[in-house]
C-alpha cells in the first residue's frame, strides 16, 4: 500500500508562485510513475505533470498548459515530490491531487492511477 499526503495550496493571486508538496509513504520502491492532476470546479480532473521513475532513470512530462510556468521535482530521501508553481492564472484554480501509479508503463489517464492523496485547493484570483 502506499500512502500520499498533499500540502501547500492556498490563496494567491495572479503572477504569484506556489510549491506544492506529495508526501509519500509506504511501499514507494521499484517503477513507478508519480503524477500531478488537478480538478477545477465543474471540470474532469486533468493531467498536469509527472515524473516516471524507470529504468534510464527520471523522465519528466507536462501538459502543454504547464510548460515554463511549472516544475516538477523530487527528494528520493524525503519520498516527496513537489510542484512549483510559477506565473500562477485564474485558470490554474483547482483540486490538486498527487498520485502514483505502478510499473514501468506511463499513462496521463487518472483512471490508471492506484493512489491518490486527498488533495490540495489552489485558488488564484484575478
Known amino acids: 500500500q502506499v500512502q500520499l499526503v498533499e500540502s501547500g495550496g492556498g490563496l494567491v493571486q495572479a503572477g504569484e508562485s506556489l510549491k506544492l508538496s506529495c508526501a509519500a509513504s509506504?511501499?514507494?520502491?521499484?517503477?513507478?510513475?508519480m503524477a500531478w492532476f488537478r480538478q477545477a470546479p465543474g471540470k474532469e480532473r486533468e493531467f498536469v505533470a509527472a515524473?516516471?521513475?524507470?529504468?534510464?532513470?527520471?523522465?519528466?512530462y507536462y501538459t502543454d498548459s504547464a510548460k515554463g510556468r511549472f516544475t516538477i521535482s523530487g527528494d528520493n530521501a524525503k519520498n516527496t515530490m513537489y510542484l512549483q508553481m510559477n506565473s500562477l492564472k485564474p485558470e490554474d484554480t483547482a483540486v490538486y491531487y498527487c498520485?502514483?501509479?505502478?510499473?514501468?508503463?506511463?499513462?496521463?489517464?487518472?483512471?490508471?492511477?492506484?493512489?491518490w492523496g486527498q488533495g490540495t485547493q489552489i485558488t488564484v484570483s484575478s
Open positions: 498520485a502514483l501509479r505502478r510499473g514501468l508503463a506511463y499513462t496521463e489517464y487518472q483512471n490508471d492511477y492506484a493512489y
Open positions: 515524473n516516471r521513475y524507470g529504468v534510464a532513470g527520471i523522465s519528466t
Open positions: 509506504g511501499r514507494t520502491y521499484g517503477w513507478y510513475t
